[in-house]
């Protein structure tokens, strides 16, 4: 399930007449139909601020991947209502393990303990179905597809926005879901370049027997290999190699490169390249950028990646902008000062996601390694550490508790 709401809504000027006098205390336009700005919508509804997303693509689509959200992302959501319908989507909390390209343990993160500590566990979807079951939260209606956004203009009254159809969208504010390469970071003024990080992915979601699969990841000389459990007997696999940006496959295709990449890897990843199409690959170079000190201006700001792209090392990417929508919600929801309420939003996550893009990075480069000496050592290290310690570091992660009160 790839693609949803596949014709393009068309919307005119008057896109809020016939909504309740309550419901127009504020209005929001959303630019970005991903997880963030779905969960965005979600949340403001919430508080009973009027939003609706505008996505560029035809349809919301994520294709062939699979996502971890962690406790407090999970934690999140559950305050958003969406617990039960996260649940039946999901694979149920189990360990996760790190392990070598033999398949020796390097160390094991313990369910049981996480939700001791944090009160939940890493769950595993979709991303396909977890965006399936964001829009049905949001509606068809407050969705419009094919809406790529082409001017921005905002003053004391509102912010409008147009788009590449000739239509045009008015509200109080406007909100940036816009991804890595968003419009609205660049109509603000945030051009700070994308930084490759020297490594380029390939993920897939396959068809396979996950009653055995233990959760985890594996780490080689620049390499690494994640095997996810997706509920539905799939499984959602990742891999990580050092090669030079903008690259492509072999002719032979993703599979052949990725059987002679991990050849003799431990069970079962032969056999997951093996079973996945190479048309099911999908290859991606891992990018970040710097954080910035501020996220918007006016009565325009920022949410997800498009605030604070992050590579995928701390599986935090998804899990910050369902924070952010969390947090956005809070701060409007009782604030007749829309500006000032957007600047304290972005105040009280610049901080955290600013950390979390720049340990999501070490953690990378510590991974990426690729002499076997430091390889050893950096094992070694990884094994010896007591858990303590491991649950410690990822408390202020892990720990986030965010707040959608009345």
């Known amino acids: 399930m790839d693609a949803f709401f596949p014709e393009a809504s068309h919307i005119n000027d008057d896109i809020f007449v016939g909504l309740t006098s309550e419901n127009l205390s504020v209005r929001a336009i959303i630019i970005g ?10 949340a403001l509804r919430r508080k009973g601020i009027e939003a609706q997303v505008y996505e560029k693509s035809p349809a919301l689509r994520e294709l062939g991947a699979g996502i971890s959200l962690w406790p407090n992302a999970v934690k999140a959501l559950r305050k958003l209502g969406l617990g039960s319908v996260v649940d039946s989507i999901s694979v149920d909390s ?3 393990a790190l392990r070598r390209w033999d398949g020796a343990y390097i160390s094991r993160t313990q369910s049981r303990e996480l939700e001791r500590r944090f009160g939940g566990g890493m769950i595993i979807l979709h991303r396909a179905e977890l965006l399936a079951a964001l829009a049905n939260e949001v509606g068809a209606e407050n969705i419009h597809l094919g809406h790529a956004v082409t001017n921005i203009e905002e003053n004391a009254l509102g912010v409008s926005a147009s788009f590449s159809n000739t239509v045009d969208g008015r509200s109080d504010i406007l909100i940036g879901a816009d991804g890595l390469h968003s419009f609205v970071r660049s109509w603000l003024g945030h051009d700070n370049p994308i930084r490759y990080s020297g490594y380029t992915s390939w993920r897939a979601v396959v068809s396979f027997d996950s009653s055995t699969i233990i959760p985890s990841e594996t780490w080689g000389r620049g390499k690494r290999f994640g095997i996810l459990p997706v509920k539905g007997s799939r499984v959602y696999w990742f891999a990580t190699s050092n090669h030079p940006e903008g690259g ?5 295709g993703p599979q052949a490169q990725l059987l002679s990449l991990y050849k003799g890897w431990h069970p079962p990843i032969e056999a997951l390249i093996q079973a996945t199409p190479s048309s099911s690959v999908i290859r991606t170079d891992i990018s970040d950028r710097d954080p910035l000190t501020e996220w918007g201006r006016g009565r325009v700001t920022l949410l997800g990646d498009a605030a604070h792209p992050m590579t995928p090392n ?14 956005l919600a809070q701060c409007l929801a009782h604030e007749t000062n829309l500006e000032w309420a957007l600047q304290n939003y972005s105040k009280k996550r610049i901080a955290r996601t600013s950390s979390i893009v720049l340990a999501s990075r070490r953690v990378g480069s510590l991974a990426q ?18 858990r303590s310690v491991t649950y410690r570091n990822l408390a202020p992660v ?8 009345d």
């Open 33 to 42: 139909g991903g997880i963030g700005g779905l969960t965005a919508v979600i």
């Open 94 to 96: 189990q360990d996760v």
């Open 248 to 252: 492509h496959d072999s002719s032979e």
């Open 314 to 327: 701390l599986g935090q990417g998804a899990c910050q902008a369902i924070e952010d929508a969390l947090e």
């Open 369 to 386: 390694i690729e002499s076997a000496a430091i390889c050893q050592l950096r094992n070694i290290a990884l094994r010896l550490t007591p």
């Open 398 to 405: 892990l720990g986030y508790e965010g707040h959608l009160t």
